[in-house]
């Protein structure tokens, strides 16, 4: 069964450094989505993305982050000075179309860890 | 308005169990409600879903029920077993806002042998 692929699994960084997490969506999906998961707390809605832009996002997803298309298969987030706060489970997701009855497949994530 | 309550926070039951997570929310926008089920190490993973205009709906051992009116939704696990021990999450989402799921705060089951 296709699933979302993200790397690394851990990344460690020092705070106020860029970070870039990395995701690959599966193929034939036209949505893209990042989610973040503090330690212990919700899913949090971080951005959407389809057709090479932004289509929605939340109050988390300040001028500190960005997210991009670089090729047909990768989808990247960007977390441009990271802080304390940042440190979390960046959780990938992807789905064919939008909606519901559309479910978005998840990836394993990434743990951020800022110190 | 956009949150989605859900309770209990952790769960213990013995095999062969039904235990039950509930959800509840404000917003009757909403008109996805997918239960994620995720595993420690893992993302969460699709388990089953309903809509609004469905009062109950089950998947193999899985069985979603949904009050309308009292703008709540629970989840049910028959038969359960040790391998069921994760953690779980209702979510929602507004078809006219966009693709955004907004999840519970998670259920931690466990299920002795």
Known sequence: EPEVTQTPSHQVTQMGQEVILRC??????????????????????????????????????????????????????????????????????????????????FGDGTRLSIL | QQQVKQSPQSLIVQKGGIPIINCAYENTAFDYFPWYQQFPGKGPALLIAIRP?????????????????????????????????????????????????TFGGGTRLMVKP
């Not at chain 1, 090729?71 to 441009?80: H, V």
């Open chain 1, 24 to 105: 690959v969506p599966i193929s034939n999906h036209l949505y893209f989505y990042w989610y973040r998961q503090i330690l212990g707390q919700k899913v949090e809605f971080l951005v959407s993305f389809y057709n090479n832009e932004i289509s929605e996002k939340s109050e988390i997803f300040d001028d500190q982050f960005s997210v991009e298309r670089p090729d047909g298969s990768n989808f990247t987030l960007k977390i441009r000075s990271t802080k304390l706060e940042d440190s979390a489970m960046y959780f990938c997701a992807s789905s064919e179309l939008r909606g519901d009855g559309q479910p978005q497949h």
């Open chain 2, 53 to 101: 205009d469905v009062s109950e709906k089950k998947e193999g051992r899985f069985t979603i029920s949904f009050n309308k009116s009292a703008k709540q939704f629970s989840l049910h696990i028959m038969d359960s077993q040790p391998g069921d021990s994760a953690t779980y999450f209702c979510a929602a989402l507004n078809n006219n806002a966009g693709n955004m799921l």
